[in-house]
Structure formats: C-alpha cells, structure tokens
C-alpha cells in the first residue's frame, strides 16, 4: 500500500501470498483489492502454494496443501468477480455470506502470477488457467524442462504461450 501511494506508473507485484495458509481469503481478495484500488490498478498478485515447513508453523495440515490452494484461489477470483452477497460452501473454507466491501479496480481482477519450483501439478494447473508461471531461482536445465510442460499443457489448452506466460526470479 505503501508503494502504491508514493509510485505512479510502475505495477506493484506481490508474488508471495501462500494461499494455503489463508484462514479467510475472503479478507486477503479485500486486502489486494484496497492495494489494486490505492495504485490505481497497478497490482499484479502473486499466488504460491508455499511448503509443508510454513504449513506446520501456521498450523495446517500440509496434505492439504493444493486442495486448499486452489479452493482459496477460486474464492478469491469469487469474491472479485460475483456480486455479493452469495453462499461459499467448500472444503476447507465456509462463508454463509460472502459480500467484499472492496472490489479490483482492474476488471475481471487484477493479473496472477504464479512463482513456484518444480511442482508439475503447479506448472500444469497455471497453464491450465492461462497465469504466467514464474520459476523461482531453479536451474537453467529444469527451467526449460517447466517452460516445456508449461508450453504443452498450453497447447493442449488452446493457446500458444509466449514471453508473457514466463518468468523467472533469481537472486542479484
């Protein structure tokens, strides 16, 4: 919120929200829709699946983890995208009414990327969704072993992928 307030051009991208954590993503769509509203659109949310070590200290079950990444994912995209008030009836997460009081400024909802290591399951369900898949510091072969499968399940998917389906993190 910060950077959005004293930046004015430049997209702010958090790439470290760990969704399975996530006791309300109800209240984290609210969060990142203030950050989108404040910078005038500028958000660019990064959705990670984190590992079974953050699991633990936070107190969830890590076999959980990509049922609960993804069912937090699709309440999110809900909470930005559906009119309010309506029912949320998962898994892992119950809400007898879901009503964000802060929606995205960008429409459908702001861009998701998706940093990760070397999950296929991952690389596939971010192609599948058509995120751009950000490979966080692996080396130069694995990355373009993830490229590859990214670029396949594309196809398959109806799409070609492209440099905007791509990244990569890497410490400097």
């Given at each position: ?5 004293v ?12 969704l399975p ?13 203030m950050?989108?509203m404040?910078?005038?659109?500028r958000?660019?949310?990064g959705f ?5 070590q953050?699991?633990?200290?936070a107190?969830?079950?890590?076999a959980?983890?990509?049922?609960r990444?993804q069912e937090?994912h699709d ?6 995208t559906r ?5 949320w009836?998962?898994?892992?997460y119950?809400?007898r009414?879901v009503n964000p009081?802060a ?5 459908p ?5 998706v940093?990760g ?6 690389i596939?369900?971010t ?6 898949y ?10 373009k072993e993830i490229?590859?499968l ?8 109806g799409y ?8 990569y993190?890497i410490?400097?």
């Amino acid at each position: 919120a910060i950077l959005a307030a004293v930046t004015k051009n430049v997209k702010i991208v958090m790439l470290g929200n760990p969704l399975p954590l996530a006791e309300n993503p109800v209240r984290l769509a609210e969060e990142l829709s203030m950050i989108d509203m404040i910078s005038k659109g500028r958000l660019v949310s990064g959705f990670v699946r984190g590992g079974g070590q953050e699991q633990l200290a936070a107190g969830v079950n890590p076999a959980f983890n990509r049922e609960r990444f993804q069912e937090a994912h699709d309440l999110i995209v809900a909470a930005w995208t559906r009119e309010g008030p309506f029912r949320w009836e998962g898994t892992h997460y119950q809400h007898r009414v879901v009503n964000p009081w802060a929606v995205p400024l960008q429409k459908p909802y702001p861009r998701v990327w998706v940093p990760g290591v070397l999950s296929k399951e991952t690389i596939v369900w971010t192609a599948q969704q058509r995120y751009p898949y950000i490979a966080l510091n692996t080396a130069i072969d694995h990355t373009k072993e993830i490229f590859k499968l990214y670029s396949e399940t594309a196809a398959e998917n109806g799409y070609v992928a492209g440099p905007e389906n791509f990244g990569y993190l890497i410490r400097v």
